[in-house]
């Protein structure tokens, strides 16, 4: 860290981080720590911690898959999950960075072809079209508030306009839900029924159809129950969702 260059004792005390009135006993034992500045001392900000906890001991954990990533990504697989702050893909699915190319939304809802949403949309086109990803996993999850939401949007319409305008693009979901909506299972059933008809949305994209159609891409849908730890995927010939 000091190379060829002087430091005077000030100077000296600066670049550890200590006061002027610091003593010899506690430079020397500054000096001699391995701990970081940062680890040993928050901020109270939970995004400014992160990011020095990041910088003092994952990166360097992990400094050549970082270096290897630098430059490049080639991720096997677009994840297109819900905002939902619980929910962690690259944990959920033993991923690494540059896995995984990622497109959260409300509900993990993809645009049909019939009513396309560019901001949406465009993370899907590069991930199949540039960086040809050879799959597509739609993964809903447990106690989701999109599909909480689809329920009763009149509700949404004044207090969160743009959410319910979202969540419009699932109406037809609903409507095709049979039985009692007030069952206990309805909200689980809501949630998978939604994840399997983003499969017939992707499916409205010609780029896409062609390339499920040439076996060069595979798509999926997952409901992912939070408290259990159970994942569940769409089973399209059976037309239900089954275990893993």
């Known amino acids: 860290m000091l190379g060829s260059n002087r430091y005077n004792r000030r100077q000296l005390l600066q670049v550890l981080g ?14 001699c720590s391995t701990e ?23 990166y360097p954990d992990d400094r050549d898959l970082y270096v290897n990533l630098a430059e490049s990504q080639s991720p096997h697989t677009l ?34 072809a019939d009513n396309p949403d560019p901001g949406v949309l465009a993370p899907v086109e590069y991930a199949v079209v540039h960086l040809g990803v050879s799959a597509i996993a739609v993964i809903a999850h447990s106690n989701c508030g999109g599909m909480a939401a689809l329920q009763h949007l009149g509700d949404y319409r004044t207090e969160l306009p743009a959410t319910h305008d979202w969540l419009i693009r699932s109406e037809d979901v609903l409507a095709s839900m049979g039985g009692d909506h ?52 769409f089973d399209q010939e059976k037309d239900a969702f089954v275990d893993v």
């Open 182 to 233: 007030g069952a206990e299972d309805f909200s689980r059933r809501l949630e998978q029924a939604n994840a399997a008809a983003q499969i017939e949305n992707l499916m409205s994209h010609s780029y896409i159809a062609d390339r499920v159609n040439a076996g060069e891409l595979v798509l999926e849908s997952y409901h992912y129950d939070i408290g259990k730890g159970d994942v569940t995927r």
């Open 36 to 58: 970081s500045p940062k680890m040993t001392a928050g901020t109270g900000d939970a995004v400014i911690d992160g990011i020095n906890n990041f910088e003092d001991a994952t």
């Open 18 to 31: 200590l006061g002027a009135g610091a003593t010899a006993t506690a430079v020397v034992s500054s000096a």
């Open 79 to 112: 994840v297109v999950t819900c905002s939902d702050s619980r929910i962690d893909t690259e944990t959920l699915l033993s991923a690494q960075p540059g896995d995984l190319f990622h497109l959260r939304n409300i509900a993990n809802i993809i645009p049909h």
